[in-house]
């Protein structure tokens, strides 16, 4: 990993470290680069510190030590110019509900500097591009789930940023409206050309969206590329096995004894009623698999063999499953969110009242 940040590079941290009261590490050395164009995703469980790196990227809280830049700015010493050159969708809707989308979207500009013709022409363009033009005269609250988070993206674009920053972006979104956002991110990144930095904790999400991956666990990176490089560099199938009853501590080391010395098995893990191992040819390895449980008298329910996904490229590089790690998420990130928010109002505020002249 470099351990110098890239002028070249449209975001880049290098080192950043940020604790909370209560002895909680939020961030713990973490370093990313994200290029000029791209969709890079920070993927973890919830936790791992995605929101508080977000957070220092976007100038609403500051690191222990690390250095940051967004669009060329350092964000410590200059954070009035990066404020400039983002948009920013936070996992909560920014809009005021009791205004209409077009009143909402006319006052983003206006506090970026826009007005008269240039601020009604943009107005009008977004509420076109994300399909609220006929709701654009009705209050928020009347809004749909769906229409709610176009308009938030489409409130971050009003200045015409350079990068985009979506925190947790379809969190809570019924399937066919994160489907319709999906394609709306595409399309942002390909047409556009923006540089757009998403955090998630979906793996389809992650593996669809991104050009390039950071996997996050622990404050810290653990592993960087694109889904396919990640995926490639786990040789070979997994094998996965659900038993009939789940692996307890007693029985834990029969199960293993059972499949450990196969041939061309490795990376073997248990986990509740599940057994997961890679193998070369997952194919030709099932019947030996089976057979060896049969003979340790370990009831097997059903067997399938997969091409590597990003839960195995998680699991090789944190030692648990994506789900284990979120159910078992420590309130870091969240207890983060909330010391942070006080500090997070004051700078948004001085955020509003440096964005004052026109870019």
């Not at 060329?72 to 990066?82: A, F, I, Q, T």
């Not at 909560?92 to 009143?103: F, W």
Request: hydrophobic share 40%; aromatic share 2%.
């Amino acid at each position: 990993m470099r351990t110098e940040m890239s002028a070249a590079a449209a975001v880049a941290a290098h080192d950043l470290v940020k604790t909370y009261p209560g002895d909680i590490t939020a961030l713990c050395g973490l370093t990313i680069e994200v290029r000029p164009g791209e969709v890079f995703g920070l993927l973890g469980p919830n936790g791992a510190g995605k929101s508080t790196t977000m957070k220092i990227l976007t100038t609403l809280a500051t690191p222990d030590s690390g250095r940051a830049t967004v669009a060329g700015h350092d964000v410590l010493r200059h954070p009035d110019r990066v404020r400039h050159e983002i948009g920013v969708i936070a996992q909560r809707s920014g809009a005021d509900p009791l205004a209409t989308g077009r009143d909402n979207l006319a006052l983003q500009g206006r506090l970026y500097g826009m007005s008269g013709s240039r601020l009604r022409h943009r107005v009008a363009e977004l509420l076109n591009r994300f399909d609220l033009t006929e709701a654009a005269d009705r209050t928020v609250r009347t809004y749909s789930g769906g229409m709610q988070r176009r308009l938030d993206v489409a409130l971050g674009l009003v200045h015409r940023p350079q990068v985009l920053f979506l925190d947790e972006p379809t969190t809570g979104l019924d399937p066919e409206t994160r489907a319709a956002m999906w394609v709306e991110i595409g399309r942002l990144a390909g047409s556009d050309g923006l540089t757009i930095l998403l955090t998630t904790h979906y793996l389809d999400e992650a593996d669809r969206l991104a050009d390039r991956i950071a996997l996050v666990d622990h404050g810290t990176v653990v592993a960087t590329g694109t889904p396919d490089e990640l995926k490639d560099g786990l040789r070979g199938d997994a094998v996965h096995v659900e038993l009939r009853t789940n692996v307890t501590a007693q029985s834990e080391p029969a199960v293993r004894a059972a499949i450990a010395d196969l041939p061309g098995v490795r990376e073997l893990s248990v986990d509740g009623r599940r057994v997961s191992a890679r193998t070369d040819d997952g194919a030709a390895a099932v019947p030996a698999v089976l057979t060896a449980l049969d003979r340790a008298g370990i009831p097997v329910a059903a067997v399938t063999v997969a091409r590597p996904s990003l839960d195995d490229v998680y699991l090789r590089h944190v030692g648990r499953r994506f789900a284990e790690a979120e159910a078992d998420a420590a309130p870091g990130d969240a207890g983060a969110g909330a010391h942070e928010t006080g500090a997070a109002r004051t700078e948004t505020t001085d955020a509003l009242t440096t964005t004052g002249g026109s870019r």
